[in-house]
């Protein structure tokens, strides 16, 4: 088998329900290595993700998780997806036409949440406008790049919380982030969890705390245990 120009890298806690169809979905929509990288799940996520081409443990944590599995990677291409999300046919293409764009070092997809509601259109709008204008890339958003700047950067800052953010400010150092026109299918269970007013206000407000200089490790501990389903900032 041909070595896969992009490795697709999820991170696992808990993800029973999801992490098979994450795998079995990702694999049908398009050519890539599939590696699932567990942070010491209590549930079946590792038995359910037998069909991925690598499955690795590591400490719990976003951004050891997925700095483990970029270690393992062969693809030339990183893709960080979250298993409460999908990606959608044709996005390989969608990938490396985003990434032979002059200028361009890092890219995310055009999120579609699973929900009919009108107020998730405008979160979607909000958070492909954020991309655009600030160059802050989520970690729902599906972001790629090339490993060789992965590399060069050093990975993920190793952070409790809010390594997408951190890392996307390197990121914008070297060069553009862009927004795929290709779409990403996320779950709304974050929003629908803790309310789409109180999720967002909560989220920004994290930033901004950030952004005062608010050490990680302090946030962390207000937002709760890194590692449940609603902690990336969206």
Not at 2 to 21: G, K, R
Not at 217 to 226: K, M
């Amino acid at each position: 088998m041909a070595i896969p120009a992009i490795s697709v890298i999820i991170p696992t806690y808990n993800e029973e329900q999801n992490i098979q169809s994450v795998i079995e979905k990702t694999k049908a929509a398009d050519h890539c290595e599939v590696i699932v990288v567990d942070g010491g799940s209590t549930d079946q996520t590792i038995a359910k993700a037998k069909h991925a081409d690598i499955v690795i443990e590591s400490k719990l944590g976003r951004a050891v998780q997925q700095n483990a599995g970029a270690n393992q990677a062969t693809g030339e291409i990183l893709l960080f997806l979250h298993a409460d999300c999908e990606l959608l046919p044709e996005f390989a293409n969608a990938v490396e036409e985003c990434l032979s764009k002059k200028g361009v070092v890092a890219g995310c997809f055009r999120q579609l949440i699973d929900h009919p509601a009108k107020k998730y259109r405008t979160i979607e709008k909000g958070n492909a406008w954020r991309v655009r204008n600030l160059g802050w890339i989520y970690g729902d958003q599906g972001l790629f790049l090339k490993r060789e700047i992965f590399e060069q950067l050093g990975g993920f800052p190793e952070m409790p919380l809010m390594e997408d953010l951190y890392f996307s400010k390197r990121l914008k150092k070297e060069g553009k982030l862009i927004v795929s026109d290709h779409c990403i299918k996320v779950s709304a269970r974050r929003w629908e969890k803790n309310g789409v007013i109180r999720q967002t206000a909560r989220n920004w407000g994290f930033v901004t705390l950030a952004h005062l200089g608010v050490k990680p490790e302090t946030l962390a501990s207000w937002y709760g245990h890194v590692r449940e389903a609603d902690v990336t900032p969206s």
